[in-house]
């Protein structure tokens, strides 16, 4: 295991009442509240884990779903590792805005290869019995744009929560080892270069 921990910044985003506050509650407290209150702006936790050998610091940020605090909300994109869109499994148009959501992300994050950003999607609230979104739904739309890993959550339940954070970890890594490679790559190339110079001096 590598000593130094890495700080990655994941952030919630989905329409108001999904469950994104839940999420993070759940998973950094281990508490539920089933009278939540709308967040206004956005709220962050930290909490300190290690998957497959790698000591990380997840950073999560919490934003306000609902339309009007867009203004509040946008400001803290940048600079994110990952994003978890999320809707809830019994909300149709919860699950319809996530393409909204993603533009909404991409735009404010100034994300330069939005096709290589890691997205992850999450489908919440699976206890509920009436779902208006099959697990087949979910799964081809994140096929059909992007090929986006999809976990079913239930902060209530605490169904998948702990499993949710670590894959969007997974894939935050994953790029950043991507980065790592291709600044070694340029290191490599470089001194490739230098000693061919100094060959002919
Ligand atoms: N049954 C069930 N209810 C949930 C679950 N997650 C959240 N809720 C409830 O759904 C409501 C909204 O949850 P929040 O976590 O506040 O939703 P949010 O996405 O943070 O909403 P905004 O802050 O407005 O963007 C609350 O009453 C929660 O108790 C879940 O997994 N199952
Ligand atoms: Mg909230």
Same mark, same amino acid.
């Given at each position: 295991m590598s000593g130094k921990s890495l700080l990655l910044k994941v952030i919630l985003l989905g329409d +108001? +009442? %999904?469950g994104k506050s839940s999420l993070m509650n759940r998973y950094v407290t281990n508490k539920f509240d089933s009278q939540a209150f709308h967040t206004i702006g956005v709220e962050f936790l930290n909490r300190d884990l290690e998957v497959d050998g790698r000591l990380v610091t997840l950073q999560i940020w919490d934003t306000a +779903?609902? !339309?009007?605090?867009k203004s509040l909300r946008t400001?803290?994109?940048? +600079?994110?590792d990952c994003c978890l869109l999320t809707f809830s499994v019994d909300d149709r148009q919860s699950f319809e805005n996530l393409s909204s959501w993603r533009k909404e992300f991409i735009l404010y994050a100034d994300v330069k290869e939005p096709d290589r950003f890691p997205f992850v999607v999450l489908g919440n *609230? %699976?206890? *509920?019995? !009436?779902?208006?979104?099959s697990t087949v739904d979910a799964e081809t739309w994140c096929n059909e744009n992007g090929g986006y890993p999809y976990l079913e959550t239930s902060a209530k339940d605490d169904t998948n929560v702990d499993g949710a954070f670590e894959e969007a970890v997974r894939q935050a890594l994953a790029v950043e080892e991507q980065v790592e490679h291709s600044v070694l790559g340029r290191t490599i190339d470089l001194h490739s270069s230098q000693s061919s110079g100094s060959s002919c001096c």
């Amino acid at each position: 295991m590598s000593g130094k921990s890495l700080l990655l910044k994941v952030i919630l985003l989905g329409d +108001g +009442g %999904v469950g994104k506050s839940s999420l993070m509650n759940r998973y950094v407290t281990n508490k539920f509240d089933s009278q939540a209150f709308h967040t206004i702006g956005v709220e962050f936790l930290n909490r300190d884990l290690e998957v497959d050998g790698r000591l990380v610091t997840l950073q999560i940020w919490d934003t306000a +779903g609902q !339309e009007r605090f867009k203004s509040l909300r946008t400001p803290f994109y940048r +600079g994110a590792d990952c994003c978890l869109l999320t809707f809830s499994v019994d909300d149709r148009q919860s699950f319809e805005n996530l393409s909204s959501w993603r533009k909404e992300f991409i735009l404010y994050a100034d994300v330069k290869e939005p096709d290589r950003f890691p997205f992850v999607v999450l489908g919440n *609230k %699976v206890d *509920k019995s !009436e779902r208006e979104i099959s697990t087949v739904d979910a799964e081809t739309w994140c096929n059909e744009n992007g090929g986006y890993p999809y976990l079913e959550t239930s902060a209530k339940d605490d169904t998948n929560v702990d499993g949710a954070f670590e894959e969007a970890v997974r894939q935050a890594l994953a790029v950043e080892e991507q980065v790592e490679h291709s600044v070694l790559g340029r290191t490599i190339d470089l001194h490739s270069s230098q000693s061919s110079g100094s060959s002919c001096c």
